[in-house]
């Protein structure tokens, strides 16, 4: 293996291939995807996550839409490269082995960015270490933290152990891994053989660490109460948590900042060690993940100086078959430049029709297949996927099913295709499943066909974003970082119809690549109930003023926002402009 990589990626999911089940959504999706373009780009890389043996997990629904779980077991043997060594963690005072697994993501000019999947599936682990890389977003607090020192201290004892030797910066996606900066910290200690923390060896680790936060709400950030971090990590190091980390810097912001204050009460807890603190603390150079989210995120985070690399997707991953030879015959070259996809203006609208007309059959035979259900391939389709939580709000589309009747009589009928997990601790998450199958039963005798898709994961996305007419996304603002699925969507000629926040802010021009549902921040005052009728009154009018009529035009109306799409949008929300981004701004 090469071991001449400069920058080290640590994720806590991550994407890679069909066959792994090694991520849970956007943030592991973004991780594979930002590895897929280092591979593309030649970037010296190297990538650490934990092996999560046993998936994150796989969903069935049942006749009402109740969600089942059931662990996702994977042939890790089969698809991965055993590596040599072991490294040791001690957790809450018991020493915890580690053996690294390897898998080459490989770039279109041949570059190689090697993956490390840290394993505690060892004969000399007692049982309860023996399962802590097995579940992704598994367990309790105590297995979560757990977790977390793994990936951030072990996998910056494997790299080392691996001979990495020459890494420059430390990318943090997400907090999770904000642990390695610990390690850092203590690999000077080892040196000097003090151990005290000044102001010169946190320097040092800052000018290596990077952080990419992608949470915009103060409750989304992931923290640990005080006591339990100084249990797992060791008594001795508490003290340096509190000094290195600004433990109390976390609840001065929240004191002083009014918009994003928790309840009252949430400040009288004890003290947590909140990652997001820990890695903003460290890093010399912090992003959030679109332009709304960093501004969301410097005034959460006011004393930290906060940057906006907008996220992107990985083209030729996500643009489908059909639509990829019709972008070869008329942009070559597309896969290794995605800005040439601006070009795509100049493709012949009946060539991208056919195209998408494909990819619709196709999807609508894998409906057929998985589900029994017969869908009409000229109906216009609406899809919709991702996690299955309050604030992405999947029943928006039901909240006046009298509407929503009328709206399908009028305009030759409607389809909608969901898919999403429920993450398997968010109630609320399961019953907005259940919440869709009542709607779908209700709206069947109507000639409207709801169906939810069982098991999202990357392939099911990969069908949805080419195959529907229009990709629906209606999160509550802001809470939705950045969003990558509708970028997919884009860049398969399917436009947008959502509410204005994350990447939308910046992707959506009104009936040129897509449109906007609601205004783009709540108006002061309005309670959560007038919010939630507003933007569904909104998605109505929308529905049946502009993208009815546009995709039931005779005309080429609907193909030419297809080809906007794909043009205005496929040329700037791809992961190599991202990476480039981070390459000037945050590696550099
Ligand atoms: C792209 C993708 C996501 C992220 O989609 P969002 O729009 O950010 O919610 C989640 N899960 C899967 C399987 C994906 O492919």
């Given at each position: 293996?090469?071991?001449?990589?400069?920058?080290?990626?640590?994720?806590?999911?991550?994407?890679?291939?069909?066959?792994?089940?090694?991520?849970?959504?956007?943030?592991?999706?973004?991780?594979?995807?930002?590895?897929?373009?280092?591979?593309d780009l030649g970037v010296p890389m190297v990538a650490v996550c934990l092996l999560h043996r046993r998936g994150y997990f796989r969903q069935t629904l049942g006749p009402d839409g109740e969600q089942h779980e059931a662990p996702e077991d994977w042939p890790v043997e089969q698809l991965l490269e055993p590596l040599p060594g072991q490294v040791t963690v001690a957790v809450a005072g018991r020493d915890v082995r580690l053996r690294g697994w390897r898998y080459d993501v490989r770039g279109c000019r041949g570059h190689v960015v090697p993956v490390i999947f840290l394993d505690s599936r060892l004969e000399d682990n007692d049982e309860a270490a023996r399962t802590l890389t097995d579940q992704l977003?598994?367990?309790?607090?105590?297995?979560?933290?757990?977790?977390?020192?793994?990936?951030?201290?072990?996998?910056?004892?494997?790299?080392?152990?691996?001979?990495?030797g020459g890494i420059?910066?430390?990318?943090?996606?997400?907090?999770?891994?904000?642990?390695?900066?610990?390690?850092?910290?203590?690999?000077?200690?080892?040196?000097?053989?003090?151990?005290?923390?000044?102001?010169?060896?946190?320097?040092?680790?800052?000018?290596?660490?990077?952080?990419?936060?992608?949470?915009?709400?103060?409750a989304g950030h992931d923290q640990f109460p005080l006591e339990l971090a100084a249990e797992l990590l060791g008594r001795g190091r508490a003290p340096k948590l509190r000094d290195v980390f600004a433990i109390d810097v976390y609840r001065q912001v929240l004191r002083s900042d009014q918009r994003f204050a928790p309840p009252r009460d949430a400040l009288d807890h004890d003290l947590m060690l909140n990652m997001t603190y820990v890695a903003l603390n460290l890093s010399r150079h912090v992003n959030g993940v679109a332009h709304s989210h960093g501004e969301i995120s410097r005034l959460m985070f006011a004393e930290y100086s906060v940057d906006a690399i907008t996220n992107g997707v990985h083209a030729a991953t996500w643009i489908a078959p059909p639509m990829a030879a019709v972008l070869d015959r008329h942009v070559p070259g597309w896969q290794a430049d995605n800005?040439?996809?601006?070009?795509?203006?100049?493709?012949?609208?009946?060539?991208?029709?056919?195209?998408?007309?494909?990819?619709?059959?196709?999807?609508?035979?894998?409906?057929?297949?998985?589900?029994?259900?017969?869908?009409?391939?000229?109906?216009?389709?609406?899809g919709f996927a991702r996690r299955a939580t309050a604030y992405k709000r999947p029943d928006l589309l039901f909240a006046d099913l009298e509407r929503l009747r009328a709206i399908a009589r009028c305009h030759g009928g409607l389809q909608v295709l969901y898919a999403g997990k429920a993450h398997p601790a968010d109630a609320g998450g399961k019953a907005l499943i259940r919440d869709v199958y009542a709607a779908a039963r209700t709206l069947r005798d109507d000639g409207i066909d709801v169906v939810w898709l069982p098991d999202y994961d990357t392939a099911l996305a990969a069908k949805l974003v080419s195959g529907v007419d229009v990709w629906l996304n209606t999160p509550l603002p802001p809470n939705e970082a950045s969003g990558t699925s509708g970028m997919k969507a884009a860049m398969n000629g399917v436009p947008s119809l959502s509410t204005l926040d994350g990447w939308w802010i910046e992707?959506?021009?009104?009936?040129?690549?897509?449109?906007?549902?609601?205004?783009?921040?709540?108006?002061?005052?309005?309670?959560?109930?007038?919010?939630?009728?507003?933007?569904?009154?909104?998605?109505?009018?929308?529905?049946?003023?502009?993208?009815?009529?546009?995709?039931?035009?005779?005309?080429?109306?609907?193909?030419?926002?297809?080809?906007?799409?794909?043009?205005?949008?496929?040329?700037?929300?791809?992961?190599?402009?991202?990476?480039?981004?981070?390459?000037?701004r945050a590696y550099a």
């Open positions: 293996m090469q071991t001449t990589a400069e920058i080290a990626y640590f994720s806590m999911e991550v994407a890679l291939d069909a066959r792994m089940p090694t991520y849970s959504g956007g943030l592991g999706v973004l991780a594979g995807d930002t590895l897929r373009t280092a591979a977003y598994g367990g309790d607090a105590r297995y979560r933290l757990s977790q977390e020192i793994l990936l951030g201290v072990g996998g910056v004892r494997m790299l080392r152990l691996l001979g990495f420059r910066r430390f990318h943090m996606n997400e907090g999770h891994a904000a642990l390695l900066t610990l390690e850092l910290l203590e690999e000077q200690h080892r040196g000097n053989g003090h151990n005290g923390v000044g102001e010169q060896e946190i320097e040092k680790v800052r000018e290596q660490c990077v952080f990419t936060t992608h949470t915009p709400v103060p800005y040439s996809l601006r070009y795509a203006l100049a493709i012949p609208l009946a060539e991208i029709a056919e195209a998408h007309a494909v990819a619709k059959r196709e999807l609508l035979e894998h409906v057929l297949a998985t589900t029994g259900r017969r869908l009409e391939p000229t109906r216009f389709t609406l992707g959506h021009l009104e009936g040129l690549t897509g449109w906007a549902i609601g205004a783009a921040s709540p108006g002061d005052g309005d309670d959560a109930e007038a919010i939630r009728a507003r933007d569904a009154a909104s998605l109505y009018d929308k529905l049946e003023h502009a993208v009815l009529p546009c995709f039931l035009d005779p005309g080429d109306a609907f193909l030419e926002v297809r080809r906007h799409a794909i043009a205005l949008n496929g040329a700037f929300f791809n992961s190599q402009r991202m990476l480039q981004q981070y390459l000037q």
